[in-house]
């Protein structure tokens, strides 16, 4: 951790004070500590930075320094995906397609991996894919799971080739 950071922070640097909580949660350069990592990013999220507000959401719903609560998490991570967040808005649709600290809600799951996805995460484009494939929240479409599975395939997903070459057994 660089003494600038460090000072920034103490300043009310919002993007400082989350690059400090990124150095207690990973240990780097400091000792790692999740509660002080936990209250660095609760003093830039209070502040409306979206990376922040994502890292916080994360921190409830794993219990980093912290007490685990999915609603908390959840709470978070809208905050920062409502901002274009990207990996909040996948999260987000974790916690509605699994109902943690949400009821189970595959229609808002989708919704939100579907954001995630159009911005490009191959995670994000998976689910979409298998939301598509399983009629999960959307009605079934295997074009669409298709497609969404070749994009997420063309970034690296081992998982969406395979249900690509399954698919393709069928004739797709």
Same mark, same amino acid.
């Given at each position: 951790?660089?003494? /600038?950071?460090?000072?920034?922070?103490?300043?009310?640097?919002?993007?400082?004070?989350?690059?400090?909580? $990124?150095?207690?949660? *990973?240990?780097? &350069?400091?000792?790692?500590?999740?509660?002080?990592?936990?209250?660095? /990013? @609760?003093?830039?999220?209070?502040? &409306?930075?979206?990376?922040?507000?994502?890292?916080?959401?994360?921190?409830?719903?794993?219990?980093?320094?912290?007490?685990?609560?999915?609603?908390?998490?959840?709470?978070?991570? @809208?905050?920062?995906?409502?901002?274009?967040?990207?990996?909040?808005?996948?999260? *987000? +649709?974790?916690?509605?397609?699994?109902?943690?600290?949400?009821?189970?809600?595959? $229609?808002?799951?989708?919704?939100?991996?579907?954001?995630?996805?159009?911005?490009?995460?191959?995670?994000?484009?998976?689910?979409? +894919?298998? #939301?598509? /494939?399983? &009629?999960? +929240?959307?009605?079934?479409?295997?074009?669409?799971?298709?497609?969404?599975?070749?994009?997420?395939?063309?970034?690296?997903? #081992?998982?969406?080739? @395979?249900? *690509?070459?399954?698919?393709?057994?069928?004739?797709?």
């Amino acid at each position: 951790m660089g003494i /600038f950071t460090m000072m920034m922070a103490e300043q009310g640097n919002p993007i400082s004070q989350c690059a400090v909580g $990124t150095d207690y949660y *990973l240990g780097n &350069g400091v000792m790692q500590d999740y509660a002080e990592a936990v209250k660095w /990013f @609760r003093k830039a999220a209070d502040q &409306g930075l979206a990376e922040a507000q994502y890292n916080l959401g994360l921190c409830y719903e794993e219990g980093h320094g912290i007490s685990q609560n999915y609603s908390e998490a959840v709470r978070w991570y @809208r905050k920062a995906a409502d901002q274009g967040f990207v990996r909040a808005q996948f999260n *987000l +649709g974790g916690c509605y397609f699994s109902g943690r600290g949400v009821p189970q809600n595959y $229609t808002e799951a989708f919704k939100w991996h579907l954001k995630a996805a159009e911005q490009g995460d191959p995670d994000a484009q998976f689910n979409v +894919g298998l #939301a598509y /494939f399983r &009629g999960n +929240g959307v009605r079934e479409d295997a074009q669409e799971a298709i497609r969404w599975f070749r994009k997420a395939a063309e970034q690296g997903d #081992a998982e969406a080739l @395979r249900n *690509l070459n399954f698919l393709r057994g069928f004739g797709y």
